[in-house]
Structures are given as structure tokens and as C-alpha cells.
């Protein structure tokens, strides 16, 4: 499974050079993930296209725009200065249900590399970028998932007021 890796390795990038060991080699060989060019400041503005296209919005919201099966990622609400490490933390803690709902909705895993992650982490924490979101940053292919998404949560709830 990659999700584990990936938040890991997103993580140990923004801590900067973490040493392991190869104890699956049966040798104590140091190994390093190296410093990242993104520990500095990351690009909010690519964050909010990612936070779109990728499909984070299906089940997240920003300012109102967005989901409701997950928590809102508006900047109000996030810890400054930011923390990325905490915020992968935070999702490696929900990896489980967003894994099964995105097999659920996209038919796969969203993939995120480590600066597609950092970009949304920073979107996620930029009240003046979030400001500029808006479902016109919406691609049509995930505007269309979340009409279909909203159309069967009504039809679900009809199905309840009947049983």
C-alpha cells in the first residue's frame, strides 16, 4: 500500500533528514530522506488548483465551497504557524476512510507527491489564497461527482424518511 509511505515520506520531508535503519538487509546501514526544497514557504496558489482537481473538495470544503463528509480546511481553523507534520498527521489519522471513499467515488486512491501535499497543506492554511476559491476552480469531471454525490445523499435521506 503507497498511502502509508507517501504521508510518511511527506512527513519526514518536512522534518528535514531522518535516519532509519535497514534492519531488513540485516545490515546497520544508515538511511537518510534528504531535506526538501519545500520546507520553506510552498505554493498556496497551486495548493488551491490540487485541492480542486485531486478531489479534495468532493468531501471538503473551503469558505463554504466543497463537501460535508469531512472536515472544512479553512485557514480559520488551522493551527499557525503551520505545521505540516501535524496536518499529515491528521490525515494518516483518516487515512482509512478517505482510502475506501475515494475507491468509492474515483474508482482509486488520489495520488499526491510530496509537493502536490505540501501545496494543499498550504492552501489549507492561506486565508488570502482561500479567499480566491470558488467553484469556478472546480474542474467539470469532479463538479459533475459532486452533483451525482449530492443527488444520491437525497435520495438516501428519502429512503430513511420511508423506513
Known amino acids: 500500500m503507497t498511502t502509508p509511505v507517501l504521508i510518511f515520506a511527506t512527513a519526514a520531508t518536512f522534518l528535514g533528514s531522518v535516519p532509519a535503519r535497514a534492519e531488513s538487509h540485516r545490515q546497520d546501514m544508515p538511511v537518510t530522506v534528504s531535506n526538501s526544497p519545500m520546507t520553506g514557504r510552498s505554493d498556496a496558489a497551486k495548493g488551491r488548483m490540487l485541492f480542486a482537481s485531486k478531489g479534495c473538495v468532493v468531501c471538503h470544503s473551503v469558505n463554504g465551497v466543497g463537501g460535508?463528509?469531512?472536515?472544512?480546511?479553512?485557514?480559520?481553523?488551522?493551527?499557525?504557524?503551520?505545521?505540516?507534520?501535524?496536518?499529515?498527521?491528521?490525515?494518516?489519522?483518516?487515512?482509512e476512510a478517505m482510502v475506501e471513499l475515494q475507491r468509492d467515488e474515483f474508482g482509486d486512491v488520489v495520488n499526491l507527491n510530496g509537493a502536490e501535499l505540501a501545496a494543499i497543506i498550504a492552501f489549507a492554511h492561506d486565508a488570502d489564497e482561500q479567499a480566491k476559491?470558488?467553484?469556478?476552480?472546480?474542474?467539470?469531471?469532479?463538479?459533475?461527482?459532486?452533483?451525482?454525490?449530492?443527488?444520491?445523499?437525497?435520495?438516501?435521506?428519502?429512503q430513511d424518511d420511508h423506513d
Open 68 to 95: 460535508e463528509d469531512a472536515p472544512p480546511l479553512d485557514a480559520e481553523f488551522m493551527d499557525l504557524p503551520m505545521n505540516a507534520v501535524e496536518f499529515a498527521a491528521r490525515m494518516w489519522a483518516g487515512a
Open 133 to 158: 476559491f470558488s467553484t469556478a476552480d472546480i474542474p467539470d469531471k469532479v463538479g459533475k461527482m459532486m452533483d451525482h454525490m449530492e443527488q444520491e445523499g437525497a435520495h438516501d435521506d428519502m
